[in-house]
């Protein structure tokens, strides 16, 4: 039996450690890759830790979900397949597919509705299926497996998490009001992607929201039309003037009080903000200001099957515009995590086994 090598949490709060195990078999429908890329998410970070933070000295802990431990981390995944089961399509054999990791349980109606992504039971990989910080995955059913042929493997894998995440949420904003101005708030591996597909979705008026002078500079190389250091007292107000009073939609990929309320305080009449981030905490807001202002708040949690694969076929036919990529040996995850922490991480991190 072949040894496969993987990193694993065996406790929260603890870091992945390396574990070597046999090679596992696909059975019936599911197909076993040899992972070449997995993107290293944010989130990754709080699933290491154990928690989410909601405010007010409140957590989600993540022991009293159904997330099982151990647990091999990692969602954005690049491999070749290598085994199939024995209902599994034996032409796949060889094939680099680009995974959509958030599978859900197929009988709810969320999932008869084509949107794992909202199922009350999922099994995403990473999170609560076994993931790919790894040589080797699992995915339970190949229509999971997409093909991209064409596409650079170490950038594509990203698509599968922070490229889904705000391309379903540009979506949501759609469509935007004549003249009016899109802010995307938070320079990180999801601002930064979201500011490229937002160009090849062919959105005028891109505003990127940071506090950091250089991550805005990447942003303009990337297509924003403007950018806003939103470290000082007067973000509020410099975020409206920038667009003329026609602030229309905010993707706010932090989630902190701060960043929701800079949105919210920005934006026109009839404006949607869509929430992404999970830094964490909780806001207060006055109820009757939603009415009034025609105000949608909208959280939003990456993206269906069939989002994944327009975005694949978006990224095949238009040029969006790749956020800074880098290239990391697997062993490196643990690092890595602790960039993310400390907001060390310029775009990406790809690790290869």
């Known amino acids: 039996m072949a040894i496969s090598r993987t990193f694993q949490i065996q406790r929260y709060g603890t870091p992945p450690v390396e574990i070597q195990s046999d090679t596992p078999e696909p059975l019936g429908h599911e197909v076993l890759l040899n992972v070449s890329h997995t993107g290293v998410c944010h989130s990754d970070v709080h699933i290491m830790d154990g928690y989410q933070d909601l405010g007010g000295g409140e957590r989600m802990n993540f022991a009293d979900s159904a997330m099982p431990l151990p647990l091999t981390m990692g969602h954005e995944i690049v491999g070749t397949v290598e085994a199939v089961g024995d209902k599994a399509d034996q032409a796949l054999l060889g094939q680099r597919r680009l995974v959509f990791p958030w599978i859900g349980c197929g009988e709810c109606v969320s999932c008869q509705g084509e949107q794992d992504n909202h199922c009350e039971k999922p099994r995403t990989l990473g999170i609560f299926s076994q993931g ?32 889904l995440t705000v391309f379903s949420a540009l979506r949501q904003i759609q469509p935007i009001k004549p003249n009016s101005y899109v802010a995307i708030v938070g320079m990180g591996g999801l601002g930064l992607m979201a500011v490229s597909i937002a160009v ?10 940071d506090i950091s002078d250089d991550r805005l500079a990447i942003a303009r190389e990337l297509g924003a039309t403007a950018a806003l250091n939103t470290s000082t007292p007067e973000a509020e ?14 993707i706010d990929t932090v989630g902190l009080p701060s960043t929701i309320q800079l949105a919210i305080a920005a934006t026109m009449k009839g404006a949607r903000v869509v929430v992404i981030g999970l830094a964490g905490g909780r806001i207060e807001l006055p109820l009757p200001t939603l009415p009034f202002n025609a105000l949608s708040l909208i959280g939003t949690y990456t993206g269906s099957l069939d989002e994944m694969q327009e975005l694949v076929e978006l990224a095949k036919t238009e040029t969006i515009p790749p956020m800074p990529i880098d290239l990391k040996p697997l062993d490196c995850l643990h690092e890595t995590l602790e960039a993310l922490r400390a907001g060390e991480v310029v775009g990406r991190v790809v690790l290869t086994p």
């Open 132 to 163: 790919g910080y790894g040589e080797h995955v699992i995915v339970p059913n190949q229509k999971y497996l997409i093909e991209m042929d064409g596409l650079d493997p170490a950038w594509t894998c990203t698509l599968a998490c922070s490229g």
């Open 200 to 209: 090849a979705l062919g959105i005028k008026n891109i505003i990127a929201c």
């Open 237 to 250: 107000h410099e975020l409206a003037a920038l667009a003329n009073g026609r602030l229309f939609g905010v």
